[in-house]
């Protein structure tokens, strides 16, 4: 066992302080940087990682209660991110580098030289995510992509794990450092206090967030407050509901069924994407999903804030009066069997408000329709959602309608599959419009996150030897750029 | 002369929901088009836009008092605008198209075919700004890169140019549904009341804003205080500094001044990007310069708000015990002349608070330095700015670190130029970190301001006919798209 005996203690303001400070006088070293220099600092990180996953495998397994296969599976995804993000700087499209050349014939009167490209914004603090002790934290989505970008980042450790945030942070700082990073350049502190703190912080530059709506919300109207507003990404809350017509149940009903009870019951239903509602025919057959939910084992939810929110949440569910319990969850000794209940569709119309919340943990509810128009209408009541999944057969004649609907109301729209497991990818979003995220224009998950830490700077009739080399006429990075408007020839 | 005597009452709250409302049913169908559709109607508006010159310019004239050739000037600028946004459309490189196609063997776990495009946000809230009528109001770069996006636009109409702002709505909407743009896409309100109440409008997705910090910071305010946060783009303010080396100063002096004097009573020193500072070389002659500056033409203001702001800030700028008066400009009949100041670096620095601080009309102040090393400390002490201006010689030595410090705190370094006279092309940006705007990441002018009505939307294993086009196997649109992380081979 690891010892969990120990303490950490919150750091203090002058600490925080001397953090940013460090981390501000990092901040055009490590931005300046050469793609390649940078790109070997994360493939450093990565390494280091990977080879103390004995050590931090168990940490993790001791404070957050997920299994050790989860555990590994997690830290290899997180080291294959960081490695990801390695190739997207050396690549360098992120940089959008763009020339127009001066043009004493441009429509609206002579243009000059002028040169734009993306920039690293500063110092981002990152607030990692319980729920994803490697991917979502410390060294998780937030961290590669930031430090992508060439950001310093301070890591507000997740105190459900804040020994893994510790131990994770002490790796990665010497790996970037043994790669010739700036001192300063990641870091991690401690402390709920500390963490509004370094949101208000003037060396601030972003912030990246993962986590509950509530805590999400406090965090953006603080940045939004400040006397000079930061971006705030904040990841909060998703339904992730499940449409399923009539054809797709008749047609695999058994299967749609099992795949719906493995995708909320994943990890304990603390996935942000787990589905937290299906939609399927009034008449469907529900005994068998039921068996499948009562036969699951019970297991040990993140910690005493995530289990006091299930509970809470469960209890309003399961005792609301337009919902009925098809399978009532149990606690034994800290550990959760999963909770399944029934509604109609019209009834959760009628109790948005309460049916149609995020309640994190091992539930889901199923919502039965007499109607395929029920289906266009409850897509239509939705807030913002990470994600939407339509289970449908070729020819459905609602399908094309509900993705319609879905993509103004989603991220990430699905089609048979499930919604838990967000693959790592240039094309992927993990995003959506409020309460999925706080920042609608981006997502916290694939390559393309990293343009959340970037802002364009143009130069114009910069000469040659003082322009960046992104910039300059013979391309020294050979980065891909845009001259005129169009692709530069190779 | 124009009649000035009819009045313009303020929108209803009933009539903004009403407008809003169709604004919101418009959306996806206007953004639905195709874009050779989306681009052809942009067109129809420039077109009508031109034709309507002889009308729209002397109502511009009466209401702002700027000269005709200032107006038609504008006008065309605000019509080429419409047509490169329209360009950029067909192009069809701005919705970022993005194809992983499915990969067993990819690093993580196998990867699902995943396709990543930009959709509309949905309706877009503008203000248009007072000074520049046509190219930054009703029709301007805001509801050009709106519209392009596939947004409707809602302009709350500039108090300062209300005739202008409905008739400039009349033609474009009446252009736009000609070209077969759905009701509802483009409309004109009025009212402070109304701009509040269309900032928290829930079917407001975004805001567009050009004007001054304290209007804009509040809208912004309110903007992230909805139940449902949206983004706020804002240009608020900039003092646009002008460093002058030695060498520059030695080798060009005459035309550095004189270009600075054109620059800063450019449009009655209106302009967000007028040089609001400029740092020589102590012992600098600044004669010839006072009196080409004494010797400019009076010019009204744009109104009574602006001179009474001018009025207001150039009387703490002349009152202050650090700053001498070189030429004290005089009101006769509402008409300006220049006030050109000055004070030394060490005072700049010490009273920032005042003198860092824009003053919008016709003043500017001229600070000498003792050493060029404070040059890059008053680039240090800068806030956010839209522009920066270095005028340098080859081989100075202050050069490259200043234009470092300054690509930190603007959106525009310029060199051996002036920053009046923003080109509309590709690699502009008309941005920069807070206050200069109050979103870092985008620019207000150039096609890539187009980025900022523009969300993620990721389609997870949908089924070819179900996709939008612009993501099919067979690129129906003929778009350049990314696959596998790669451009597409054409």
Redesign the interface.
Known sequence: MTDTTSTITDTSEAGLDRVMAAAEAAA?VFG?LRPAERAAMLRRAAAELDAAADELVPIAMAESHLPEARCR?EL??TT??L??FA?TVE?G?YL?A???TADPD????P??D???ML?P??PVVVFGASNFPFAFSTAGGDTASALAAGCPVVVKAHPGHPRLARRTGEVVAKALGDAGAPEGVFAVVFGQETGRRAVLHPRTAAVGFTGSIPGGRAL??LA??RP????FYGELGSLNPVFVTRAALAARGDAVLSGYADSFTLGSGQFCTKPGVLLVPEGTGLEALAADVAGRAASRLLNERVTEGFETGLAELTGHRVTEVLVRGAAAEGDWTPTLLRTDAASLLEHRDVLLEECFGPTSLVVTYTDEEQLVEVAGAL??QLTATVQAE?GDAV??RL??VL??K????????WPT?V???????H?G???AT??????SV???AI??F??????????QP?LPEALRDDNPLGL?R?V??A?EAG
Chains 1, 2 share one sequence.
Request: cysteine-free.
């Open positions: 055009p300046g599976g290899a995804r294959f991110q490695r990801l190739e690549e499209s959008e763009a020339i127009d441009w429509g609206m009167g243009r000059p002028v040169r734009r920039v914004l500063g953006h109207d939004a407050s000079r507003p930061i971006p807030e913002g070729d399908a094309a993705l319609a993509t103004e989603a991220g990430r729209v699905l089609w048979n599959g497991g693959s790592v990818t240039h094309a992927m979003t995003g419009p409020y309460p706080t920042s609608v224009l981006h997502t694939g390559t393309t343009r959340r970037l802002r364009p700077v143009t130069y114009q009739s910069v000469p003082l891909p845009r005129n408007g692709p």
